[in-house]
């Protein structure tokens, strides 16, 4: 299963090349390790490199499932599909060296569809500040996703922020102070011109 803030970033990225050249097909042999250098990673390779981690994530997503549901007064949608189709991976004649990346890698149709009608622009800077931090860049997308498409004062409830990204806390009042202290984080990075009023109460 894919994990943590590197499979995150390489989704981001591989979902960025996508809507940029248009195509459900990336290439990735070269501008992934660009990528991992960008975002403040060495481009060291061995079994604790950070090519072979962000490697091995890549290799995660191209076999994991996405589950959406949704639940209403009257009724629960559930929606499953595989977000990679494809992946094609040019293996070294000599044994002692190791695979390089992957030089393909092809959406799936339900996910590139939904790129195309749902793809945000990001802040490479934020991203960065927290390349390290799942959470934090899990919030940051989700406010994001929130500054582009609601345009009207929308009020959220405690329990429903909780249910998101609240598993990690047995006590509400010790998760509403570690999402105050998240949220100021991410207003800190942000630009000025890209504050959102939001506020946590």
Not at 3 to 20: N, Y
Not at 75 to 103: C, G, H, Y
Not at 110 to 128: G, I, K, T
Not at 168 to 192: C, M, W, Y
């Amino acid at each position: 299963m894919p994990f943590g803030p590197k499979a995150r970033l390489v989704l981001m990225h591989l979902c960025s090349e996508a809507v940029r050249h248009k195509s459900p097909t990336i290439e990735i042999a070269d501008n992934l390790t660009t990528f991992v250098r960008d975002m403040g990673f060495t481009d060291s390779g061995g079994k604790k490199g950070s090519l072979t981690a962000f490697k091995e994530q890549l290799n995660a997503l191209a076999h994991c499932s996405i589950r959406i549901s949704s639940t209403e007064p009257n009724k629960v949608k559930a929606n499953q599909f595989f977000p990679i189709e494809e992946m094609e991976m040019w293996l070294s004649t000599d044994s002692r060296q190791p695979s390089l990346w992957p030089s393909k890698v092809t959406f799936s149709g339900v996910m590139y569809e939904s790129l195309q009608r749902h793809a945000m622009p990001y802040n490479q800077r934020v991203v960065r500040a927290f390349q390290g931090r799942a959470r934090k860049l899990d919030i940051y997308f989700w406010l994001n996703w929130r500054m582009h498409n609601i345009k009207a004062q929308c009020v959220i409830s405690w329990d429903a922020i909780a249910e998101q990204f609240g598993s990690g806390s047995s006590r509400q009042r010790d998760f509403k102070a570690q999402f105050k202290e998240e949220i100021t984080h991410i207003k800190e990075v942000l630009p000025k011109t890209l504050q959102l009023e939001f506020v946590v109460r």
